[in-house]
Structure formats: structure tokens, C-alpha cells
């Protein structure tokens, strides 16, 4: 059996299997009950090379959909606008914020998905984004995403996992990102 605080630990925004295998944890830890996710990950025989992978299809079997299904915290995503200073509880203006860039390359099942979801996905109107820019090249987009703060790169990735066609969201950089070819949609 892993050890548990892995998961609580993922669950809290640390990086512990990997971007992609956390934000399926997190993912998950908004549409699943407490009780179920821990019971997966208590399942587990941390002694196969493949368990993070088996756990992570378990998660996709068992989550039953978004997270308006379960009782959980404001993630700004219900229509408010305005971010809470950490500092000093005031109201930021949304437009004043300098962001945080991330790349990021979205994996596909395939050539034909990434074509046809590329106008559609993923949304950039979401509140915490403040610009993006996109690259399609086979089964991957390509993705610059300016978001207005770092924490808010969990969310979006979180948002990303609604999509069926979507296998894995990679880390990616300014370079490859530059270099990426834009195949035409």
C-alpha cells in the first residue's frame, strides 16, 4: 500500500507523481467522494512499476462528472470577477494583474481529435485567464496560457479533464512553444 500522504499531498497542489497524474488527482478529489479516492488509493500495490498508472485509470472508472455534483470551495469559476488580496482581504482589479505565463502541450487521442477540438477547447473565458495563444501540430496543441496567478494553473488543468479526447497535459516551454508549427484548423 503507498504511502497516504502522497495523495493528500498531491491533493494540496504539491507536484508529487507529475502534472499530469496530480491534476487527475485533484480532478477526481472534486468529483468523487473522500472515502472512494482513498479506497483506490489503498487498492494499490506500490510494488508494480505500473501502480500510479492503474491508480489513475481507476480514477477516470469511477469519476461520476463535474464538480457541481459535490458540495466544495468557491474556485472562482461560479462568475466572480474579483480575486481576494492574500495580503490584506481587499478586492484586486482583475486588470491591473501582471499573470503568470505556463506552457503547456495537451495530448489527444489523435490527430483527428486535436483538429476538431481545437476551435472548441480548451476555454480561455475563464475568469482567472488573462490571455492565451495556441499552436496545433498532429494530436497536440500547444498551449501559452497567461494566468493571473500561479495557483490558478491547477484549475485550469482541472478544467482540461472534462474533455474525453484529452489523454495527458504535459509541461512544456517558451522554446518548444516557439517552435511548434501551426497546422491549419
Known sequence: MPDPSLLL?????????????????????????????????????DTQADWVQRFTESLDECTVGGPDLLMGLDDDRAGHEEALDENDGSLDDPSEAEGFPCYLKLVFTNAEAAYYQFPLFPALNEPFVLGAARMRESEFQHLRVDLRRREDLQRFIEGLRVNPHLVAVEESSEEVFGKAPSHAV
Open 9 to 45: 499531498r498531491a491533493i494540496a497542489g504539491e507536484t508529487v507523481f507529475g502534472l499530469d497524474v496530480d491534476s487527475r488527482i485533484r480532478y477526481a478529489s472534486n468529483s468523487m467522494t473522500a472515502r472512494l479516492l482513498v479506497e483506490l488509493f489503498q487498492r494499490c500495490d
